[in-house]
């Protein structure tokens, strides 16, 4: 039985998915492809999302596509206006005609041979089980499982006689006006969700085991904003993109460089926000350095606003155990709450749960080599996307689409059909690190022996550095000796 077959399959509709459709449209036009989306609409994480306060952690002129301006003045946007503009590209750009929905990719499976993948995927709509073949796998299904979330296995908490949410599934009909809610995690969801949620719940606590670094910067960037006023947008995005860049980039290497004075800059700006009576020490003083882990932005200093006017508290502590009306702390003090939401993290999956497969062996990712990043040693014709922790997810999401599309383009222009990255037999005992190095927030450590490792040179290496891979990913192929292209054995014999 012959299978439906396209040149390049893309897995996932989301922000990532669909940048790299345009990029695929606009530098491959002689190539077809096809977008698996597993749920039933478009916008990845910015659909699933839908709990109060919902936000970007970055400013929307680095989290935005390299190709479409950002123009609203609000540079830190809701969930509603991202996903809305990332169905506008889809539709200027006539990419949903593409998107197969409620369609998950279950396996994937390359053949040598044939220099194919089959798919297997998993239809919900229908119940059915389909295959496909594709020359090329891009896989932009993002980093962590739609279906399940991190459970942290709180103590009794059976007990609790509320509700008990995650964000993640956030039910459209929950009333929290007048109640009690403690939010349980300190990172940037909870962050976003305590300020908003404040506004009409009659108690808002913040649980945290330990503080995060929270920085607060205004929700509208003056400079893009007035740029827009004296020149066409396209230009004034560029140059807030590439002023944005670079900030991010040396408030990085500042962190790495001078810790204890980002340190100070950043609990003094708190200090300032709270007044001298709070005790920033204890509720906003991580006991790691700066960009150790994600830093949390608060757009327009809404969390310490919260704070201050009493609709909002911040509580650093430990559970002890859960009750019938709230939680125990291990302090002695007790929380009151008829809703508990438990903003404790994302559940990290490889390539979007799909099990992969390489001539019908299961390739165990953590045996094998990252190439830039991008692509995996032995591992043909698949890419992943994967977005930087110290900066804007979209910007390396770009950087990856446009290096698909080279790679597409020389293997027409060189009548071969597969590339793959081989580690020279001389570095197979290359130092070992972890795909993320440097980076210890918890989400990240539970699943890092699950991924690729990292070398101590390049290719081999996921720098997490922009500018670096805009260099690195623009190294010419023909020339790239841990790229392997070549044709399928019988076309080879064939043609000889």
């Known amino acids: 039985m012959q299978i439906e077959h396209t040149d390049v399959v893309i897995v996932g509709a989301g922000l990532s998915g669909i940048g790299a459709a345009y990029h695929l449209t606009k530098q491959c036009p002689n190539h077809d492809y096809l977008i698996l989306e597993s749920r039933g609409a478009i916008g990845g994480t910015w659909d699933l999302f839908r709990y109060p306060g919902i936000r970007s952690d970055s400013d929307m002129h680095t989290l935005g596509y390299s190709f479409k301006p950002w123009n609203s003045a609000k540079a830190i946007a809701d969930g509603p206006s991202i996903l809305n503009y990332v169905r506008e590209t889809a539709t200027e750009n006539k990419i949903e005609e593409k998107i197969r929905y409620s369609s998950k990719l279950t396996s994937a499976n390359w053949d040598s041979e044939t220099a194919r993948w089959t798919l297997t995927i998993a239809q919900s709509d229908t119940g059915e089980s389909v295959q496909i073949s594709c020359n090329f796998l891009h896989?932009?299904?993002?980093?962590?499982?739609?279906?399940?979330?991190?459970?942290?296995?709180?103590?009794?908490?059976?007990?609790?006689?509320?509700?008990?949410?995650?964000?993640?599934?956030?039910?459209?009909?929950?009333?929290?006006?007048?109640?009690?809610?403690?939010?349980?995690?300190?990172?940037?969801?909870?962050?976003?969700?305590?300020?908003?949620?404040?506004?009409?719940?009659?108690?808002?606590?913040?649980?945290?085991?330990?503080?995060?670094?929270?920085?607060?910067?205004?929700?509208?960037?003056?400079?893009?904003?007035?740029?827009?006023?004296?020149?066409?947008?396209?230009?004034?995005?560029?140059?807030?993109?590439?002023?944005?860049?670079?900030?991010?980039?040396?408030?990085?290497?500042?962190?790495?460089?001078?810790?204890?004075?980002?340190?100070?800059?950043?609990?003094?700006?708190?200090?300032?926000?709270?007044?001298?009576?709070?005790?920033?020490?204890?509720?906003?003083?991580?006991?790691?350095?700066?960009?150790?882990?994600?830093?949390?932005?608060?757009?327009?200093?809404?969390?310490?606003?919260?704070?201050?006017?009493?609709?909002?508290?911040?509580?650093?502590?430990?559970?002890?155990?859960?009750?019938?009306?709230?939680?125990?702390?291990?302090?002695?003090?007790?929380?009151?709450?008829?809703?508990?939401?438990?903003?404790?993290?994302?559940?990290?999956?490889?390539?979007?749960?799909?099990?992969?497969?390489?001539?019908?062996?299961?390739?165990?990712?953590?045996?094998?080599?990252?190439?830039?990043?991008?692509?995996?040693?032995?591992?043909?014709?698949?890419?992943?996307?994967?977005?930087?922790?110290?900066?804007?997810?979209?910007?390396?999401?770009?950087?990856?689409?446009?290096?698909?599309?080279?790679?597409?383009?020389?293997?027409?222009?060189?009548?071969?059909?597969?590339?793959?990255?081989?580690?020279?037999s001389n570095l197979h005992d290359m130092p070992v690190r972890s795909w993320i190095a440097d980076f210890p927030a918890g989400y990240m450590q539970r699943m890092m022996h699950l991924f690729p490792k990292q070398g101590d040179q390049e290719p081999w290496i996921n720098t997490q550095d922009f500018r670096r891979d805009r260099s690195l990913f623009k190294q010419p192929l023909a020339s790239d000796a841990a790229l392997q292209f070549s044709v399928p054995a019988p076309i080879a014999a064939k043609s000889a």
């Open 139 to 424: 896989m932009c299904a993002g980093y962590y499982s739609y279906e399940q979330a991190h459970d942290p296995k709180f103590p009794s908490v059976d007990a609790f006689k509320g509700k008990l949410i995650h964000p993640q599934f956030w039910p459209e009909d929950l009333v929290y006006e007048d109640k009690k809610v403690v939010v349980i995690g300190s990172g940037a969801t909870a962050v976003t969700l305590v300020p908003s949620m404040a506004k009409k719940a009659a108690s808002v606590t913040m649980l945290q085991r330990s503080p995060t670094y929270v920085i607060s910067r205004p929700s509208e960037d003056w400079f893009a904003n007035g740029l827009r006023k004296l020149m066409p947008h396209s230009w004034a995005y560029a140059l807030t993109r590439l002023r944005n860049t670079r900030f991010q980039e040396f408030i990085y290497k500042q962190t790495r460089k001078k810790p204890e004075k980002v340190k100070k800059t950043i609990l003094d700006m708190v200090r300032k926000e709270l007044g001298p009576d709070y005790d920033v020490d204890k509720h906003f003083t991580p006991s790691y350095n700066p960009w150790d882990q994600r830093l949390c932005l608060v757009p327009d200093s809404d969390l310490f606003t919260a704070i201050k006017n009493g609709s909002a508290t911040v509580v650093t502590d430990h559970i002890d155990s859960f009750t019938e009306n709230g939680i125990q702390l291990k302090s002695g003090e007790h929380l009151d709450a008829d809703i508990i939401v438990s903003a404790t993290g994302l559940k990290l999956v490889m390539m979007g749960g799909a099990e992969i497969a390489v001539d019908g062996k299961i390739v165990d990712f953590a045996k094998l080599w990252t190439y830039k990043g991008l692509m995996v040693s032995d591992v043909p014709n698949m890419v992943s996307t994967f977005g930087y922790i110290n900066a804007s997810w979209t910007l390396r999401a770009d950087l990856t689409a446009e290096w698909v599309c080279r790679a597409l383009n020389h293997m027409a222009d060189t009548n071969t059909t597969s590339v793959v990255p081989i580690v020279p």
